[in-house]
Structure formats: structure tokens, C-alpha cells
């Protein structure tokens, strides 16, 4: 199975921060990688997919890059609503495997 | 626009079976691979089970091999999930899931299954 290992597992940070959250894969996966937010009680949402590509109605402030095996999320300026748990996922192969998730703290 | 709406879950004893559905709606079901993922409140995201998109290949995490079904009614643009000898630790919310291939992946709002005696 292909391990994905996030860091930071947990981040303090302020509004108007620029925040950096890495993913690693344990293989090579091209750009099969996804980025999600999730808030308590709700479903994960789609931040990034392809490694680099922002899905319609997701803020510019996001951004993903890398391909291979290293992987970085960015939100350029944190707003008071990005607070929230950030995930990896990659899907080159099967089991599909998550990242262990980033907390984002005030 | 796309909707995934899963149903059936629910409260269920240790040993038990429950059956899962997901409707979808707004894109071409036929022509994407789907998946469940599943949640223990509090905790991490965990990738259960997938399938291609003619059905005619499945997938599943150790945690559910032998235990758990998927399956898919093209024509009914419906994804399926059996879950049988349920165990406490299958407790979990559960999200319909559309692969990206290529495209942005979607999921549905999720479904509680509860075991617990």
C-alpha cells in the first residue's frame, strides 16, 4: 500500500498567514494526489485535485503543486473560515490512502 | 448539478448487516469509478471499498475483505454497499465518493452506521 504522510500533523497560525502543509507519498504517484478541508460535522471538501488543479467556487488563496512523491498545499493569506483539518489522498492505486491530517489552529 | 445522496444507514447490533445505497445525479455515473470512504467521529478518513466504472472490478481495505460487498446499477445510477458481520469499530460515518479519473472527484454528505448491542 502506498503511505502518505502529512506534516505538520497540527499548525497554530493567524489570519493573514501564508501556510505551508506537505504530503509525502511512499511511492511514486505522478499527480494523483487531492487536497481536502473538513470542518466538524461536515463532509470533506475538494481543495485541489491533480496536484495542482482548484475546482470551481474554491478560493484563489488555495494552491497545490508537487508531483511524484512530494506534495505541498498552500493558502496564501488564512481567512478566519480556512481554520479547519486539512487531508491528503492519493489515488494512482488501490487502496486509495489518506494523509493522517493537518489541524489548522488559531 | 452533481449529487451523491447515500441512505440506509443506521443502528445496527454487532453481527449484523446493513445495506447502504448512494443516488447519484448531475453527471455521467457510467463513466467514473466510485468508492465508499468511511470516518469514526474524531478521527482520520479511511479509503473501505471501490469499483470501476462498468462494476466489473472491486476493491477493498483489509478491514472489510470478505465482510463487505460494492456494487453498482448503472441504469439506476445507484452504488451499493453491503456490509455484513458488522463489528463496533465498523462504527463510522460513510461517503459515496466519485473518482476523479481525471476530473474533480465529489462526495456525498455521508451516512452514520452505528454497532453497537
Known amino acids: 500500500d502506498i503511505q502518505m504522510t502529512q506534516s505538520p500533523s497540527s499548525l497554530s497560525a493567524s489570519v493573514g498567514d501564508r501556510v505551508t502543509i506537505t504530503c509525502r507519498a511512499s511511492q511514486h504517484i505522478s499527480n494523483w494526489l487531492a487536497w481536502y478541508q473538513q470542518k466538524p460535522g461536515r463532509a470533506p471538501q475538494l481543495l485541489i485535485y491533480a496536484a495542482s488543479y482548484l475546482p470551481a467556487g474554491v478560493p484563489s488563496r488555495f494552491s497545490g503543486s508537487g508531483s511524484g512523491t512530494d506534495f505541498t498545499l498552500t493558502i496564501s493569506s488564512l481567512q478566519p473560515e480556512d481554520f479547519a483539518t486539512y487531508y491528503c489522498q492519493q489515488s494512482t492505486a488501490f487502496p486509495r490512502t489518506f494523509g493522517q491530517g493537518t489541524r489548522l489552529e488559531i | 448539478e452533481m449529487q451523491l445522496l447515500e441512505s440506509g444507514g443506521g443502528l445496527v447490533q454487532p453481527g449484523g448487516s446493513l445495506r447502504l445505497s448512494c443516488a447519484a445525479s448531475?453527471?455521467?455515473?457510467?463513466?467514473?469509478?466510485m468508492s465508499w470512504v468511511r470516518q469514526v467521529p474524531g478521527r482520520g478518513l479511511e479509503w473501505v471499498s471501490g469499483i470501476s466504472a462498468s462494476g466489473g472490478a472491486t476493491y477493498y481495505a483489509d478491514s472489510g475483505k470478505g465482510r463487505f460487498t460494492i456494487s453498482r446499477d448503472n441504469s439506476k445510477a445507484t452504488l451499493n454497499f453491503q456490509m455484513n458481520s458488522l463489528r463496533v469499530e465498523d462504527t463510522a460515518v460513510y461517503y459515496c465518493?466519485?473518482?476523479?479519473?481525471?476530473?474533480?472527484?465529489?462526495w456525498g454528505l455521508g451516512t452514520l452506521v452505528t454497532v453497537s448491542s
Open positions: 465518493v466519485k473518482e476523479g479519473d481525471g476530473h474533480p472527484p465529489h
Open positions: 448531475g453527471f455521467t455515473f457510467s463513466s467514473f469509478g
